[in-house]
T-cell receptor
Framework: GENVEQHPSTLSVQEGDSAVIKCTYS??????FPWYKQELGKGPQLIID?????GEKKDQRIAVTLNKTAKHFSLHITETQPEDSAVYFC??????????FGGGTRVLVKP | NAGVTQTPKFQVLKTGQSMTLQCAQD?????MSWYRQDPGMGLRLIHY???????DQGEVPNGYNVSRSTTEDFPLRLLSAAPSQTSVYFC????????????FGNGTRLTVT
């Protein structure tokens, strides 16, 4: 089955700086890669996703890049703000009904 | 729309007790799933369903049972609780399977003593 590894497990950045989280996956058949943000006491919420037919996708201050050859994808948050502090999860899946999540990254944005 | 509603929010069980975690969604989603979240391990899929009357196992199904009698509801049953089942449980639904945006509930925090 799919195995998704996520790094780093914790990330502390100064407000206004950029944050980058990286994930690798093992199954070359995986073609869907979402990112979820989880705030304290809440369920995860989708913030951006990418499919394997594109290499990059951007939505305001967040962007995701995908390298299919190397089997890794990354989340980039620019101009970080205190409300970006949360736990972020990457995930990967092939066509079907199972999605495998990474272990999560706790991001702290210091004012 | 309420989205995905999970009850209860918190539960404490003794080893060997049984209970049912409730999940309901009002978005007419065919796909529903249960995950458990443990520190450093992300979310692991327990069971999922692609429609009423259809369920299948995920990554960690042992000790859990599910049924899907209606589109809206997908309860998760713990048959005989064990301390290893102490976790936060999330229910999620989507319109098009796991490879479409999942809508999560706010979770049930379960402690088994």
């Amino acid at each position: 089955g799919e195995n998704v590894e996520q790094h780093p497990s914790t990330l502390s950045v100064q407000e206004g700086d950029s944050a980058v989280i990286k994930c690798t996956y093992s199954d070359s058949a995986s073609n869907y890669f979402p990112w979820y943000k989880q705030e304290l006491g809440k369920g995860p919420q989708l913030i951006i996703d990418i499919r394997s037919n594109v290499g990059e996708k951007k939505d305001q201050r967040i962007a995701v890049t995908l390298n299919k050859t190397a089997k890794h994808f990354s989340l980039h948050i620019t101009e970080t703000q205190p409300e970006d502090s949360a736990v972020y999860f990457c995930a990967g899946g092939a066509a079907g009904n199972k999605l495998t999540f990474g272990g999560g990254t706790r991001v702290l944005v210091k004012p | 729309n309420a989205g995905v509603t999970q009850t209860p929010k918190f539960q404490v069980l003794k080893t060997g007790q049984s209970m049912t975690l409730q999940c309901a969604q009002d978005m007419n989603h065919e796909y529903m799933s249960w995950y458990r979240q443990d520190p450093g391990m992300g979310l692991r899929l327990i069971h999922y369903s692609v429609g009423a009357g259809i369920t299948d196992q995920g990554e960690v199904p042992n000790g859990y049972n599910v049924s899907r009698s209606t589109t809206e509801d997908f309860p998760l049953r713990l048959l005989s609780a064990a301390p290893s089942q102490t976790s936060v449980y999330f229910c999620a639904s989507s319109y098009g399977g796991a490879n479409s945006p999942l809508h999560f509930g706010n979770g049930t925090r379960l402690t088994v003593t």
